[in-house]
């Protein structure tokens, strides 16, 4: 099941190889974008996964588990949700391969997240967190250095983009007239209760004040076509305000076309001499 490096027709240079974990809406986007001098040589998918994803994934290996592959990728993605970064990302980290991951969220398990540093820590691969959905992570990420006081997420999106998360517990989406708030708390609160659409708290506590000390508010508004997204950082640095309107993916109105994009990105700074 050794991926062959394919030749890399624009440079004449060997290509790289990529591992992805899920193939869901974001993972098809991004295969549909990758980088050229980049190959998806395997798909980790459940064992029992849909058969039409499959489909889509002829030429390319397909395993339920990371040590099914006996080739070494350039670099693991996961576009699988949290459940596949808690069955995948001790295996793909202990093994020395980079892996970067969009599910954020799935660090707001404290046990997880201690395992998956000591893994990378033993391995030698590094775990990315990549930005997502959202833009302005690297401002935050450095603010930090020089202290912040207070950061705050909110979150809106339509009544379709929460159907079938734990807001149909709080509130009727059918019915929602107007812009309402359903959920305030912590970053780790909204991680945990929100997995397929608050993974960007997650990234914004990790990158700012924590999970426990970023505040966050999600809201269904029936007026909306956009996922908006807003931070709100104050510090030593000054204070900023980011609002970012992104148009959801068509095959999955939970998520952002942005957040398949920063996966590509990941892919293209793989292989980029000079990084941005
Ligand atoms: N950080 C961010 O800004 C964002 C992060 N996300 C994360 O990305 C994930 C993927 O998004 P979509 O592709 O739109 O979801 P999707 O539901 O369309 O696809 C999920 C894919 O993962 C596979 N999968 C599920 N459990 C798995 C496991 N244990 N191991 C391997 N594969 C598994 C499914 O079979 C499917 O192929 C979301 O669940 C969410 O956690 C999504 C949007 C934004
Ligand atoms: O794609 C988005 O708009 C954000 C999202 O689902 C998440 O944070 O998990």
Redesign the pocket.
Known sequence: MTAQRNQNPQSGAASRSIMM???????REVHRLLPAGLSLDWV???AH??LS?RQHLRDINTVSRVDQCAGRPDLVLE??????V???GVAVLERGLDLAV????ALADEALHKRLEEAARKGGGRLIL?S???AGIDGLAAAREGGLDEVTYESRKAPRSWKGSHAENLINLDTVSSATVFFEGTAAEAARLF??NA??AA?VGLAGVGLEATTVKLTVDPHTATNTHRIHARGRFGEFHIELNGRP?E??P???TL?AL?VVRACRQALAPIVI
Request: proline fraction near 5%; include cysteine; glycine fraction near 16%.
């Open positions: 974990i899920g193939y869901g809406a974001m993972g980790v998918l459940p996964s849909d994803e576009c699988a949700g949290q459940a596949g808690r069955e995948h969009v599910s954020v969220g990549l997502g959905a959202i997995p397929a993974n960007v990234t993916l095959n999955n939970k998520t952002s957040a920063s």
